[in-house]
């Protein structure tokens, strides 16, 4: 029955005909009968046509109210108070896997998108007002105060300033706080209103030595409540970064249906492929001589074809003639004849060696039938430089846009570089003077009314504008017969009111209002600090220094974590920040220093009754003959009306420089669209073509090529197709990592996490999938054959190397050690994965590998920091590269390390539970993959069984690790850190028991506490010649290593015989096909109680192989036991001892100073 009730739901979301004319009556009575005989298993809803809860048609879980949206095109981008104040959600439609109507279409996904961004603003209002906000999501900055607006080169700017002991002890050059692009919410109400701002410009050295930066309005350039004088209270949420969002709603909002193209396959099931639009059967020649001529058999029976028409059968000699894979050729035809083409490319098949080729084709083939060049899109920036440099090598004409190249091949190919080489006409030279003339005089006319309102004097200028000349003449009159005769000095300097000067006016207002200051009588609004406490409030009590200095280092601790999640952030970001810029350099600032003025109302308000009907004009001449307090009341009433009058045509001046920064920037638009139709190829991220929308409009490219399309939200390639486009070819692999949101609830619920590639292909839409790997060896790739069953390895990847320092190529160390406690990160943690992976990561550099050839994943970021942390301890492996699993999609090295961290009570997994991540995780491998988790936690997934299995099959997942000494050859099982660290005679990595906490033992060390004896291990009976004769070599844990020496005649001191280990040890393994890995047939056995497949580690000292004694020694003597590594836990025979201990009747070990050995 619920199959069958899930059955009819996904017909709904496929808009399935019989669905859409609606289920007949007595179908729907039955359907109804059941669902009331079984109300727990069956909902049927959907498919009756209901629509959805209330609590399931928004994003947020807890609101108060449910709004209808508006038209897309008529909603706000910005969220609305209602949102924000009244916690109200509108309501949203989930990603449907067919549209009827366009308009649903785009309207579905603007909304999604706007709510990704929304909610978590509006759960972060609602916990900062009570004040149960996160210091790690929510950055809350008082006291800020607007001292000064720009005009630069986007328009008018706000300066603000921040209190500097709130950001003293933040390094600026690292922080990732109110970075460009991070959206503000400033409020002076106690947050009654809201103020919309994002970050245009942060100088780090201005922010360290001012605490000063620069904001922007995000539509509009001037905000009257954003006033000098007022305290704002500022809130940064930096769970989401409001610039990648922002461009993508623009431009969907400035999408209109019928710009849309293949609306028929966007919106369809199982949508009828058509061939691009410019290729026509009379126009299908296709030249390939320089496509295939990388990859043409040495030795091929047959000459590969170089010309064929392309929407006919190709040549079946193509495969005969080229050594190609034929998933690889059909990949080829296939995104060459279809408008719409899809390839699907699981790991190591080779997806950018298929994109180019089809590039290169389509540039050999379509230059007479395009009319402009080719738009490559890729999600990264690191995937961009790549794919351009695989273009480079064949087309040289190519321009990349956006600013966060690291590549310096493609530095030299930036669209900004590119202009700035190209010799500007002298028409645009004429048009930048005319708008560079206008800019200054609007800035000049800027500058003087930011003057006037920023005065809280009356200058002489000002004030003959208030008065008629006959008022000004009478007033000067007034205060010659106010000298009386001290007048005729005056008289002789000024002859007559038209002379008055500043200074002269200064005078005569002194004397007028009898003070020495004038500013004093601007009626300022008393300043308050809006909408919170201060920050002494906030503090609670007064703070110490220590305080503080535990704060700073709380805040030096968080630079380094956001360091560590600088990578993910940059991997998702292309935006043009705003580089400081010196003085002088273009931008005008004006300084804003008084508070401004209330506004009249305002004024009124705080008057004396009997003041209030006082009127200054009506007095006529007299002026000077007010009682003191009108005339101090008509010079407070001169300020206002002075300062208002400038104060409302800022808005106006403001507008005309926003519209002649537009002007110019179209200006600078046209320099670049004539350069950019010159090349065949233009580079850009799937942010940057949000950004550059009217650039794109304009270019009005025909072929778009998407890679990592998978991993890209289907909003952000809706807005790079417009209705010329004819040709798409989209790239990916949706069973790796699908698009991130910022909201889970919208991924769950909505399958907003679900890209354009991932429903065509659910769709029916017809596709090609890569079925041959060249990147991982077979050892690696059987782990995800049940992923891909169809999968096959390239007969290359057997031939790799043996692996270094380890007996193993691929291995799973289980452990029972509890992750962190979270404190106050989000992010997940286990030390003793931490401790083991960097001990690893050294006895593999010690074994050989180089740095660069070793790679560390975590799922979580907070891993990544403590990896980072511990392994900046050991100077020869400083270098390896330790990232998060979604930064490295794409990538691949000789080794990779996993941590995957989760090991707790709750058998909670986290992200272990989504199959993309696991994926992604272990095909990065080329030659070796070590894994270390808790395999207890695993139990119970599908896939991750699958996974278990596979390694329990050659005994590859123990709770000891075989690793190899580089000096003897011996094979030697470890358990955690302490054990690597005695093989590796360093002290550096022994963490006496950190992270050993094992559930339901208490805590336990089983870590060595042995000497590591150098020579040990060295008899005529091990094969040292390398890793052919590894199949013979004895398998040892450095315990069984130490307890070799405690007697002659092979037994234990416990009174165990060793023969029956030594026999099993001797035994010859068999080797795999494709590499020679041992079967470790020696390593435990199978656990049989409860049906468990996995892997029982042998504990007790006899179980294990060891070594033959040596036969002979050059020396006799005694030896320092200064390599001897106390446990942390105390001996055998303590409370809490370990279970090993105890099954093999170890006794009690007296410490001595020195140990005695015999040479036999």
């Not at 402009?372 to 990264?380: E, N």
């Not at 009997?610 to 307090?629: A, C, K, V, Y």
């Not at 037994?1051 to 023969?1059: A, E, P």
């Not at 279970?1139 to 410490?1151: A, E, H, I, L, N």
Request: a negative charge; glycine letters at 6%.
């Amino acid at each position: 029955l619920v199959e069958l009730v899930e059955a009819w739901e996904v017909s709904v979301r496929e808009g399935s005909s019989a669905t859409k004319k609606g289920l007949p009556d007595d179908i729907k009575q039955m359907l109804l009968c059941l669902q009331k005989k079984f109300p727990d298993e069956m909902n049927l809803d959907r498919v009756l046509g209901v629509r959805a809860k209330k609590e399931q048609r928004s994003a947020a879980e807890d609101y108060t109210e449910l709004l209808e949206a508006d038209y897309y095109q008529d909603m706000p981008i910005l969220p609305t108070s209602a949102e924000m104040l009244g916690q109200c959600a509108f309501e949203i439609q989930e990603n449907m896997r067919t549209y009827e109507k366009c308009e649903d279409y785009i309207q579905t996904h603007f909304m999604l998108l706007r709510e990704d961004y929304i909610e978590p603003l509006r759960a972060g209002i609602k916990l900062f007002m009570q004040g149960r906000h996160s210091p790690k999501d929510l950055h809350v900055y008082t006291g800020v105060r607007v001292v000064g607006m720009l005009s630069t080169w986007e328009g008018v700017v706000y300066r603000v300033e921040l209190p500097k002991a709130q950001i003293r002890s933040i390094n600026w050059e690292k922080s990732k706080q109110l970075m460009y692009g991070s959206l503000l919410c400033l409020s002076d109400d106690s947050f009654e209103t809201l103020i919309w701002a994002t970050v245009w410009r942060r100088d780090a050295e201005r922010m360290a030595t001012e605490a000063q930066l620069d904001i922007r309005l995000p539509f509009e350039p001037f905000d009257d409540r954003l006033s000098p004088g007022k305290t704002f209270c500022c809130i940064e949420n930096v769970t989401i970064y409001f610039e990648a969002y922002r461009h993508v709603l623009i431009a969907l909002q400035s999408l209109r249906p019928t710009d849309v193209p293949f609306q028929h396959t966007l919106m369809s099931p199982q949508p009828e492929p058509i061939p691009p639009m410019f290729l026509k059967a009379e126009s299908d020649m296709f030249h390939f001589h320089n496509v295939f001529a990388s990859c043409e058999k040495v030795d091929a029976p047959v000459n590969a074809p170089k010309s064929f028409k392309v929407l006919q059968e190709w040549p079946p000699t193509l495969l005969q003639s080229l050594d190609i894979d034929p998933s690889q050729l059909a990949a080829i035809q296939h995104a060459l004849t279809h408008a719409m083409a899809l390839i699907q490319g699981p790991p190591g098949t080779g997806k950018t060696w298929v994109g180019l080729k089809i590039v290169q084709a389509l540039l050999d083939n379509t230059r007479e039938v395009r009319h402009s060049p080719i738009l490559v899109v890729c999600y990264t920036n690191h995937a961009l430089d790549q794919f351009l440099e695989g273009i480079f090598k064949f087309c040289e004409r190519i321009a990349r846009i956006g600013s966060r190249s690291k590549s310096e091949l493609m530095k030299s190919r930036n669209l900004k570089e590119l202009v700035g080489e190209l010799q500007p006409s002298k028409e645009y030279f004429q048009a930048r003077k005319g708008l560079m003339d206008r800019r200054d005089r609007l800035r000049e006319e800027f500058a003087k009314l930011l003057e006037t309102v920023d005065s809280h004097t009356v200058d002489a200028m000002s004030a003959r504008a208030l008065l008629s000349e006959r008022q000004f003449q009478a007033f000067y009159d007034g205060y010659l017969e106010y000298l009386g005769e001290s007048a005729v000095k005056v008289t002789s300097a000024y002859e007559d009111a038209d002379a008055v000067d500043d200074e002269l006016w200064d005078k005569m207002m002194r004397a007028w209002l009898e003070t020495s200051n004038l500013e004093k009588f601007a009626p300022v609004q008393q300043r308050v600090v809006g909408g919170l406490p201060t920050l002494d409030q906030l503090k609670g009590d007064d703070e110490s220094d220590d305080d503080v200095d535990k704060k700073a280092k709380q805040i030096i601790d968080d630079a380094e974590e956001e360091e560590a999640e600088h990578e993910q952030h940059d991997r998702k970001l292309d935006v043009e920040q705003v580089e400081p810029k010196k003085p002088g350099t273009g931008d005008f600032c004006a300084e804003i220093k008084n508070a401004w003025l209330p506004y009249w109302d305002d004024h009124l308000d705080k008057m004396r009754p009997e003041m209030r009907s006082f009127n200054w004009q009506e007095e006529g001449d007299q002026l000077w003959r007010l009682p003191r307090e009108q005339r101090r009341e008509t010079y407070r009433q001169w300020l206002l009306e002075n300062h208002h009058e400038a104060r409302e045509q800022l808005p106006e001046i403001a507008r005309q420089l926003e519209r002649n920064a537009e002007s110019r920037a179209a200006l600078e638009r046209d320099r670049k669209l004539e350069l950019l139709r010159e090349m065949e190829v233009v580079g850009m991220t799937t942010t940057a073509v949000s950004k550059y929308q009217v650039l794109l409009k304009e270019l009005r490219p025909e072929v778009v090529i998407v890679e990592e399309a998978a991993e890209v939200l289907e909003a952000h390639i809706l807005t790079a197709l417009h209705p010329r486009t004819q040709h798409v070819i989209l790239i990916g692999d949706h069973q790796q990592l699908r698009p991130s949101t910022a909201v889970y609830r919208l991924s769950k619920c909505f399958h907003l996490d679900v890209s354009l590639f991932e429903r065509l292909i659910k769709n029916g839409a017809d596709h090609v999938t890569l079925l041959q790997q060249r990147r991982m060896h077979p050892k690696i790739s059987r782990l995800i054959r049940p992923y891909y069953p169809e999968l096959r390895d390239h007969s290359s990847t057997s031939n790799y190397p043996e692996i270094m320092g380890v007996d193993a190529r691929t291995f799973f160390l289980r452990h029972n050690s509890f992750e962190d406690d979270e404190g106050e990160s989000h992010s997940k943690s286990n030390t003793f994965e931490a401790n083991f992976i960097s001990a690893l990561c050294s006895h593999l550099v010690v074994s050989g590998y180089e740095e660069s050839q070793i790679t560390v994943l975590s799922p979580y970021l907070g891993q990544v920091r403590t990896l980072k942390a511990k392994m900046r301890r050991d100077p020869s492996i400083m270098n390896v590269l330790v990232t998060a699993v979604d930064n490295y999609q794409g990538e691949e090295n000789d080794i990779i390390v996993i941590s995957l961290v989760r090991s707790n009570r709750n058998r909670s997994m986290g992200f272990l539970a989504v199959e993309n991540r696991i994926n992604v995780a272990l095909t990065r491998a080329r030659h070796g993959m070590f894994i270390v988790g808790n395999a207890d936690m695993l139990r119970g997934h599908k896939l991750w069984e699958s996974i278990m299995n596979e390694l329990h099959s050659d005994r590859s997942i123990a709770e000891r690790m075989p690793l190899i000494d580089k000096t003897t050859g011996g094979v030697f099982e470890v358990k955690n850190a302490d054990d690597i660290s005695v093989l590796l005679d360093n002290p550096l990595h022994r963490t006496s028991g950190e992270g050993d906490t094992f559930p339901n033992r208490g805590n336990s060390n089983h870590g060595a506490v042995a000497e590591r004896w150098a020579e040990l291990g060295k008899d005529d009976k091990i094969d040292s010649r390398g890793p052919k004769g590894r199949d013979r070599r004895e398998r040892l844990t450095l315990d069984e290593y130490r307890d070799r020496d405690r007697g002659s005649s092979g037994v234990y001191s416990g009174g165990y015989d060793d023969r029956a280990s030594r026999a099993r040890g001797s035994q010859k393994s068999g080797r795999d096909l494709h590499g020679g890995d041992a079967i470790r047939e020696s390593r435990g056995r199978a656990e049989e109680s409860s049906g468990n497949t996995y892997p029982v580690v042998e504990e007790e000292g006899f179980a294990h192989g060891h070594a033959p004694h040596p036969s002979k020694m050059e020396a006799d003597g005694t030896h320092p036991e200064s390599q001897l590594v106390p446990s942390k836990f105390g001996d055998a025979s303590d409370n809490g001892s370990s279970d090993v201990g105890k099954r093999v009747g170890k006794k009690k070990q007296k410490p001595s100073n020195k140990v005695v050995m015999r040479w036999g």
